[in-house]
């Protein structure tokens, strides 16, 4: 079974600098997709950036990127400059291609980002 | 198209009470989601489907639970005989079959509490 690991429980960065959240999945298949999404406090859960796993080049949104190491199944997310809208819960997930009957997404326990002005 | 819609936004209900609670997905997905998300964890998955035909129910879905998508539209999760266990956010979420890459969009959650 598939399985998504976030390591770091709460992390905090000064407001304009560049943090990182790390991500570590198990899976057996070749092809998938990596999500990172973000939840606000009481607002609703909204996609940040994905990666399908047959492309190597990282994908990247404006000031959000990642590093994804396929062969190390890692996919960790970088913000920077970093503002206080980024303050949020940030959960790492995992989904097979979509024409399988087996796509629910899965997802890790979530990182907390703090923003210190 | 105003994202998926979720309906109530809260409920509060006496342990042993029947609630259920309603999603509007995006018009055009034919796949739908609920999770489950307790505080600080994250999504657990409960069920999905594809246009109305329910795909998979998750081990954590009791027999208290039902879900349901008449006509593959909007769906009703409804719990039965509620216990404080059950006091959580539910989250809706959806997305099209073939959107390739495409995450699925999540509605705002009913969060249910069991007194």
């Known amino acids: 079974a598939q399985t998504v690991t976030q390591s770091q429980p709460e992390m905090s960065v000064q407001e304009a600098e560049t943090v990182t959240l790390s991500c570590t999945y198990d899976?057996?298949?070749?092809?998938?997709?990596l999500f990172w999404y973000k939840q606000p406090p009481s607002r609703q859960m909204i996609l940040v950036i994905r990666?399908?796993?047959?492309?190597?080049q990282n994908a990247t949104e404006n000031r959000f990127s990642v590093n994804f190491q396929k062969a190390a199944k890692s996919f960790s997310l970088k913000i920077s400059d970093s503002q206080l809208g980024d303050a949020a819960m940030y959960f790492c997930?995992?989904?097979?291609?979509?024409?399988?009957?087996?796509?629910?997404?899965?997802f890790g326990k979530g990182t907390r980002l703090h923003i210190l002005p | 198209d105003t994202g998926v819609s979720q309906n109530p936004r809260h409920k509060i209900t006496k342990r042993g009470q029947n609630v259920t609670f309603r999603c509007d997905p995006i018009?055009?997905?034919?796949?739908l989601y609920w999770y489950r998300q307790t505080l600080g964890q994250g999504p657990e998955f409960l069920t999905y489907?594809?246009?109305?035909?329910?795909?998979?129910k998750s081990r954590l879905l009791s027999d208290r639970f039902s879900a349901e998508r008449p006509k593959g539209s909007f769906s009703t999760l409804e719990i039965q005989r509620t216990e404080q266990g059950d006091s959580a956010m539910y989250l809706c979420?959806?997305?099209?079959?073939?959107?390739?890459?495409?995450?699925?969009?999540f509605g705002q959650g009913t969060r249910l509490t069991v007194v």
């Open positions: 997930a995992y989904r097979r291609p979509t024409m399988n009957r087996d796509d629910k997404i899965i």
């Open positions: 018009s055009e997905h034919n796949r």
């Open positions: 979420a959806s997305s099209y079959l073939r959107s390739g890459a495409g995450g699925a969009f």
């Open positions: 489907f594809q246009n109305e035909a329910q795909l998979e």
């Open positions: 899976t057996s298949e070749s092809d998938y997709y």
């Open positions: 990666q399908e796993a047959y492309k190597q």
